[in-house]
């Protein structure tokens, strides 16, 4: 099998474009919206005027949504070139709406490009595509988790519309999103992966209740995007239904492959900015009569983030690879929980090392560390805690052994050495004999 880790020289050539425009534009943007405008608000006057202009570069030069196929609009990119791209827009929180893949956006997307109907697609998917609107994917529950078999969250068929009782939980993005895409028990009679379906709500639909919007760690109570919300008797059209009844956790599982590396892509960019600040700074400050750059600990932590940083990174785009030619993610699904569990362990540690080497001001809310930092957590958590990822991958890597035939392992050295004596003697005798 041929290695080729070059990148050629058109693709390499918008790759620059990118970083540039990252850079020189969105970047600066990022800093003048810090906490005052979400990049899911569609409505704010300001970021429209400053986005819509860097929106239509990106798609005059062909790289507006570009994890979605030609026919709606994206170039149909493999998961390669996403990787290489997302390194670049991971560095900026405005980026992904620049490029018209910002999550959960992106993902809500792919269902309904896979499972929606025309109706679905020229109702909810265009507008989306065309960055007029944003949406929310609400999954989890309060007592579950993102544990499907302790859902209760369910709709039951009346005629030609769907009701929809229950709770979901950090729906991000909710209080700026026009639609959803619920999870829902729809036949409390079979297990969850037979009985589950995805259902499109509009969030003005009558009935829905915020319970709260929940912030994350650093946030004040009540400031957060992230609604618990209650479904008090929602009515939904038939129609709403996406893909088949009871083909959910399949369309689920469609869906988050695709975001978990996704997510693993965009942390790259994340950890190498990290490290890009530890680097300035150890080489900007002295202690004890020399450069922080010049202590022993310090260049360790250097050379530990960079190898962290590249073993995750070539991870992140052997994945894609595997992805790109296997053309389903189920076949992929070892490589990219794999990636699932080390991003938020990569994050954690390059972030924490940049936090400690800029001393106090690194804890600081003068500085980006604590929410970059932050971000490790949440992927520890978002699309499924880290544990159970990894249970996938140690149940998909026993069913490749069986067990010992006998008493002992099938490396136990007495029996070895026996049977090698057995058989080496047997060529002697073998080669002695044809001499």
Known sequence: MAIDFSIDPEFQEKLDWMDTLVTTEIEPIDLYFRGEVNPFDRTNETAN??????????????????????????LGYGQVKLALMNEILGRALW????????????????????????????????????????????????QGGSDPNYFTCSAHRDGDEWVINGEKWFASNFKYAKFMI????????????????????????????????VGLGTEDLEDGDHAHLRFNDVRVPAENLL?????????????????????????????????????????SRETKGSL????????????????????????????????????????????????????????????YRAMHAHGSLGVSNLMPLTTMWMSGPVMGIADGPTEVHKDTIAKTI?????????LFPSQHLPTRIAEARTYIESRIEHEIANL
């Open 49 to 74: 005027a400053l986005i819509r202009p860097l929106q239509q570069q990106v798609k005059d030069k062909g790289l507006w949504a570009c994890h979605m196929g030609p026919h709606l609009g994206g």
């Open 292 to 351: 922080i750059g010049e202590k022993q600990s310090i260049q360790h932590w250097i050379a530990d983030c960079w190898i962290q940083i590249q073993q995750f990174r070539l991870q992140v785009l052997h994945t894609a690879w595997l992805i790109d030619n296997e053309g389903d993610y189920a076949k992929v699904r070892q490589h990219i929980a794999g990636v699932k569990v080390a991003t938020p362990k990569v994050l954690v540690d390059v972030v």
């Open 398 to 406: 026993l069913k490749g052994y069986k067990p010992s035939d006998g």
């Open 95 to 142: 980026a992904q709406v620049v490029f018209g893949c910002q999550a959960p956006d992106s993902g809500n997307a792919e269902i309904i490009a896979h499972y929606g109907t025309d109706e679905q697609k020229e109702l909810y998917l265009q507008p989306l595509l065309d960055s007029k609107i944003s949406s929310t994917y609400a999954m989890t529950e309060p």
């Open 243 to 283: 893909g088949d009844e009871g083909s959910g956790f399949k369309i689920a599982q469609t869906r988050l492959g695709g975001g978990r590396v996704h997510h693993g892509m965009r942390s790259v960019g994340v950890a190498q900015r990290a490290l890009d600040m530890m680097c300035e700074r150890v080489l």
């Open 182 to 213: 619920v999870m829902l028990i729809t036949n409390p009679d079979v297990p969850v992966y037979r009985g589950s379906s995805m259902m499109l709500v509009p969030t003005d639909t009558p009935g829905i209740e915020v319970v709260a919007n």
